[in-house]
């Protein structure tokens, strides 16, 4: 991963964990991810680097402007000259072109850019355009090095191309010995709870390798699973699948919004929100998910006590009485968006994410929610340690969890 | 950083653009960010690479679990036994009580895990303890080692300590030499047309380096000047401002929606949003910031077309007549906004994010968008490229700088 902006912090790395994913996917072990800036010496030094594995990723550093040196610096490492692709250049100038014209601006032609995009180290085969930079793949002795730009979705776009070319196909992925891979996910468990529930199983061992990973209060679990080391793995999931039977939520990767997406749909419920201090979050996560709205049909942020009154009808005596940060309230902002919005199920959430604000009887963290269906209801109360973002998302996926929760328990389903 | 979900992409490291950021800020140089797993060789490997620089700052792995390795192979890499700081034993042992207790499950005591988590490397100096893990920083030769817990906000809480150490202060924050930082923020340039600017003032010399930064259709531009070289700075600032002022948002590191909040504060104006296709994004983004709440007063997600009907008063005619995407409707949500959540000025944002429904006169991407406020009024409509979750991001960006553009109308603000 390349780009000064990612060594001074100005933007957190996308295509790192991307890749690693998806490398994960097919099997192969991700040694390293290594990010650095657009320093020359430092760019060459991780391209060697880099050209000691079976497969090297290099992203970012494409783009038309003086401080992309990639192309350059991997011809240099892997000793070729670099050539102008004319096909490759014709193609990089109409993409300039469009993109002036679909945002209304003029083009600027500048053709030094369109010639160093469309210099390519020889030998090199093109992947494709993205945006106007082209993904590259070249082999190096034994390394197959792929180069994708930087833009998360250009590179995203591209990625198919370099798994179906014949280097990565051939050199790499026909090398991949197989494997079974196992997830475990639970919703409020603690990890040292887990992580004794392992050792207490035998820990990893028997070719099973185990990871836990924490994250928004979700815990993932992981079995890596060699050939014949299935029993081992079964008796493991076992054990660890039956230490919190109700903090369990899903054995795959889907997202708890979709697991809510899902469960909603499948019962013909629609569903909305009304949110406080989470500010729109819980809908924006819900949204992220393509077709959600077929079951979701939309949410009130309610961040002023006016609106909580006037745009969702929460009472003013609830609010004088309890306050807008208390389990009325959020029964209200429930009930106010099943009826504004015309929902079978909503959640209503309303907290006090901080800094300020917070009093002793009602410190910053404290979160209520209710989740409300036609005839069922579940309220939550929760005090989330952190900082202002992680508060917020901390009730974000809360919410999303106590709608899971409702929604299983109004479709009488067993998990 | 460390930790096997970052190299399976299981999650993207957020402490690496943290560290970057306050590196930079300090004037230090960040050379390379290594992100590996917790397989001992690979993290041992990393340590000692780290061990050559002039700090080295690791994040993670100081777990309870098993597969959490760092202080053990920070111990090895500098040849230190390992010791139990029963303070900090003691100390761990009380947050995992206090823990359970409000998350209201029951506290497993867990000695083995806590054991782990108090023993650090003999001479370490800890840092203090942020969730059940302590930040420890020592000296290796010319190398300050500072360890920081993985969670983001727990490293966060604990690095103004490691920055306030002796040795940090001492060995690695004196000997920075001074410098001056300069930002220009553009939002809908294009990084070819600020490339082009950048070379005929001729591009980065003399004492001035200078790098752009796409994101989300935002352009940061940033000079880095070394002392003596501020009228060459000065030089092609101005060279770079005068490329196109109307898109010359910003001089300083704020994002837009704490830009558009102030803007509004300013003025005594509220703010509210009527979303479709960002599906509270746009709340989200201005109520991330402390404070938003004397500014900004709610938002109605209306992804389902009765909600903008019922719940902002969309007419029927014109949806009928133009559909839900289009520039009507745009402004139907936004003045539909201003009324019913009382507010000043609204933003209304309607588009297609798809990946589906799209169609040939209204593609995926297009998007309407339109600021209200009491006498003024700005329409936009852009077909964005990209993925569901780009389309969306960018519009939620393009939404907020729209009120930007607006409140400075509003206020006859001179930009």
Known sequence: MTGSELVRGELADENGPFLARELAR???????????????????????????????????????????????????????????????????????????????????????????????????????????APGLVLQHERCVVVALPGPPHELQRLWPAALASEPVRKTVLARV???????????????????????????????????ICARDRELTCELFVEPGAEARADKL???????????????????????????????????????????????????????????????????????????????????????????????ELAEGARRVLGVDVAVGITGIAGPGRGTAEKPVGLVFFCAAGPDARLEQKITFSGERDQIRRYASVTALHLLRRLLIQIGHIEV
Chains 1, 2 share one sequence.
């Open 177 to 211: 010995p197989p494997f079974e891979h196992r997830t475990l996910r639970f919703y409020g468990l603690s990890e040292s709870t887990l992580a004794a529930a392992l050792e207490q199983a035998g820990g990893e061992s028997g070719g099973v390798t185990v990871t």
């Open 26 to 132: 097919l099997g192969l072990v991700c040694r390293r991810i290594t990010i650095v800036g657009d320093d020359p010496d430092l760019l060459e030094a991780a391209i060697r680097d880099g050209l000691k594995a079976d497969l090297c990723v290099i992203s970012g550093g494409l783009g038309p402007t003086h401080d992309d040196r990639t192309v350059e610096l991997l011809a240099k490492a892997t000793g070729r000259t670099l050539i102008v692709d004319p096909h490759l250049e014709r193609a990089i100038d109409a993409v300039g072109r469009r993109y002036a014209r679909n945002v209304g601006t003029t083009y600027h032609g500048y053709d030094e850019g369109v010639r160093k995009q469309a210099s390519i180290p020889e030998r090199a085969h093109v992947l494709g355009l993205a945006g106007t």
């Open 237 to 331: 999931d076992s054990a660890l699948a039956a230490v919190s039977p109700d903090t369990l939520f899903s054995r795959d990767e889907r997202p708890i919004e979709e697991i809510v997406l899902e469960l909603a749909r499948a019962q013909r419920l629609t569903l909305g929100a009304a949110e406080s201090c989470t500010g729109g979050l819980v809908a924006g996560r819900l949204t992220e998910v393509p077709g959600a709205s077929d079951v979701f049909r939309g949410c009130v942020v309610a961040y002023a006590d006016e609106i909580k009154r006037s745009a969702l009808g929460a009472a003013e005596r609830t609010l004088a009485n309890h306050g807008a940060v208390s389990a009325e309230c959020a029964l």
